[in-house]
């Protein structure tokens, strides 16, 4: 729903339809904060049912190039880095999780103040903050999927008298959406 109505929002301004668009600028970042908030629980539950799995699974670092902002591949290029020092995959996963989780929290503010800035600047001075939100839109989707790719391969270690108690976790990320939550993932082992 975020890129749907971030595709409409920039639909709206290239049409000329800047109050639409703003609208539709907003929602997104609305919907972003919302996804973000469950992404960050997530991790944080992943993070917690992780340290008492003996084996966690084996990850990729992140590259550079498949993000399109300063933060994304800073971030990408930093955990290469800490891939090649750390040997073991308990801590690769975790320090992969960790990265992933402050990126998305970084991505996700960046996100918000360049719609602050279009909702408060003269439609003739927001390209910039158009083609901002755009590749910031981008490398939030980049972190989605390694998200995505690191949940699976975790429940695919995960041993399965674990499961239910990772999915009783899932179950209660609704409650999580009253509030920003903040990642606590900087005391896992790593």
């Not at 609305?30 to 917690?48: F, M, N, P, V």
């Not at 991505?107 to 103040?113: D, K, Q, S």
């Amino acid at each position: 729903m975020v890129s749907v109505s971030l595709s409409d929002a920039i639909s709206y301004r290239r049409r000329g339809e800047v109050v639409c668009a703003r609208d539709h600028i907003c929602l997104a970042a609305d919907l972003l904060d919302r996804l973000i908030t469950a992404l960050l629980a997530s991790c944080e539950a992943i993070s917690a049912h992780g340290r008492r799995i003996a084996d966690p699974p084996a990850v990729e670092p992140l590259h550079h190039e498949f993000f399109r902002g300063q933060t994304g591949q800073s971030a990408a290029s930093w955990n290469s880095l800490l891939h090649v020092i750390f040997f073991g995959n308990r801590a690769r996963f975790f320090r992969k999780l960790n990265i992933l989780a402050s990126m998305l929290e970084r991505l996700e503010r960046e996100f918000r103040e360049a719609v602050e800035e279009i909702k408060s600047k003269p439609a003739a001075q927001t390209g910039e903050c158009w083609r901002k939100v755009d590749n910031l839109h981008f490398d939030l989707n980049t972190c989605v999927r390694e998200a995505e790719v690191m949940l699976k391969s975790f429940l695919f270690s995960l041993p399965t008298e674990q499961v239910a108690g990772l999915a009783a976790d899932f179950d209660a990320l609704p409650e999580f959406k009253q509030g920003r939550l903040k990642p606590r993932l900087s005391r896992a082992p790593a």
